[in-house]
């Protein structure tokens, strides 16, 4: 496959403080460009990161055609790259792109350039553990028309960052609060893609929940406001009893990774977990009862996230005296081993370049 590759003449890397990476606001020296027109995805480039030129009717600066994945690098003992998990994330990829009308692309031209770009900027992934680099892919439409339809052409890029964690306390409780007034979506909507809107739909919400102390909403379903869908930016799970619930893929939420990786390791632990709905009374009564042990969010951005207390409608619960449960640290700790090459990958996870 050929990739073209402009290379930066002088790299950012001095002026970067990798004891003190926060999340998101530091990108590396190039990324990857890619094109569709005339029905084929063109010739990938690697270049410097810079600025795209774009057309005020670009139609996606006006109707939203666009979808977006997250995947994390690290750096292994012995100097090799992992990345967790690529072929997962680009299979949900392609299925946020079948819902958003956007042509899918072949594994190869979603992983070669990739490979070649982490090579290139290898010395961007962090060797400290709880940082890595953060690898954002996004499609988006670039049609210069104003009628809503969809889009002709695109624009495929890549961009990685160097990233600590997520919460700027790291791997602490966090508190969630329900949003009285605001759904995420519904089943039917968009909430089973990563596309752009989704999160539009969130920000006000969170800057609520923010004002108000907490550190993201639980989003409740969208027709009853009694079912737990997810938390802004990743899945969540319940340890009640010796029972590990989440909720189904049920299309109102994203089919998390990072979701599909714990219950995978939980199951091989030997405990039994449940894909099924939960309501927020349900996890209220069981916090009534002594019953409810843990709860936690999963994503590839904030890896695990045990949660403190959650509050709704006015009330509130405090989860295993708000510290880090047990079942939580010990899925951060295997997961993160296996992500940083420290345990055997034995469900052949990583790819190791
Ligand atoms: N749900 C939402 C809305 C998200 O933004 C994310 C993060 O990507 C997740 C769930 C978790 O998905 P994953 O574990 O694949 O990162
Ligand atoms: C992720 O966990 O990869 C996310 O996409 C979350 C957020 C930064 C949007």
New binding site residues.
Partial sequence: MKIEIIKKQQSGLAKIDFNNLQF?DTFSDHMITMDYHDQCWKTPTIKPYGAFELFPGNCYLHYGQAVFE??KAFKTPNGKINIFRPDAHYQRLNNSSQRLCIPKMDYDTFIKPLTQLLQIDSAWIPDKKGCSLYIRPVIFATDNFIGVKISDTYTYFVITSPVGA?YKGGLMPTRLTTSGEHVRTIKGILGEA?TPAN?AASLLPQEIAKKNGFSQVLWLDGIEKQYIDEVG??NVFFLIGDELITPPLDGSILAGITRDSIITLAKDWGITVCERRISIDEVFESAKQNTLKEIFST????VISPVGEIEHNGKSIVINNNEIGHLSQRLYDEITAIQYGEKEDRFGWCLTI
């Fill in positions: 998101g997250g995947l997520y990563k999160y930016t990743a994503g590839t951005a904030v």
